[in-house]
């Protein structure tokens, strides 16, 4: 699982303000995960994104859970 989210989500300071985005493309996971919030279909996502791959919708499915679950040190 882990690499799946390294090799589909990456980090580019100079892209999308360093935001995370998916395969080096200029889609952000925020993006992908705000249409499935609002009820797009997976299949209406890749059909809107045609260089996507559903594996690309569950590696952002699955990054959101990871950086949900993570705990934070208050100083």
Same mark, same amino acid.
């Given at each position: #699982?882990?690499?799946?989210?390294e090799s589909r989500i990456t980090h580019n300071p100079l892209q999308c303000g360093g935001k995370p985005c998916i395969r080096g493309m200029r889609? &952000? /996971?925020s993006d992908i995960l705000q #249409?499935?919030?609002d009820? /797009?279909?997976s299949e209406v996502i890749l059909l809107d994104y045609p260089d996507l791959e559903l594996a690309d919708i569950q590696a952002c499915l699955l990054y959101a859970a &990871? &950086?949900?679950n993570?705990? &934070?040190l208050v100083a």
């Open positions: #699982m882990n690499e799946q989210i889609i &952000r /996971v #249409m499935l919030a009820g /797009v279909s &990871r &950086r949900a993570l705990e &934070r």
